[in-house]
C-alpha cells in the first residue's frame, strides 16, 4: 500500500468506528465498562480518539484490506485536486 494510501487509512478507520457507533447508539446501546448484551453496554461507544489502541487497529485493518480488495480489482485512488 502505497505512502499516501496510508494516509487515508486514520481517516477511514475513525469513519468506520463513528459509522459502527452510530448503529449501535441507533439500537439503543450505550457506552459501559464492559461490553453487555443483555444491557446493551459497550466499553467502545467513545470518540475514536478515546478508543484503546488494539480497537483503533482494528479499525484500520478493516479498512487496509478494503482498499486492498478495490486496488486488487483494478481500481485506482487519486487525490481530487478540487476541493469540496
Known sequence: MTEDLQGIVEL???NTHENWAAGRI???????PERN????E?????P???LPE?????DRRI???????LLKLGF????SKKKV
Not at 26 to 32: A, V
Not at 42 to 46: A, E, R, T, Y
Not at 54 to 58: D, G, M, T
Open 37 to 40: 448484551d443483555a444491557d446493551k
Open 63 to 69: 479498512v487496509q484490506e478494503i482498499l486492498k480488495t
Open 26 to 32: 441507533s439500537q439503543g446501546w450505550r457506552y459501559g
Open 12 to 14: 477511514l478507520a475513525e
Open 76 to 79: 485506482e485512488i487519486h487525490k
Open 42 to 46: 459497550h466499553p467502545c461507544l467513545v
Open 48 to 50: 475514536y480518539e478515546l
Open 54 to 58: 488494539s480497537e483503533k487497529e482494528h
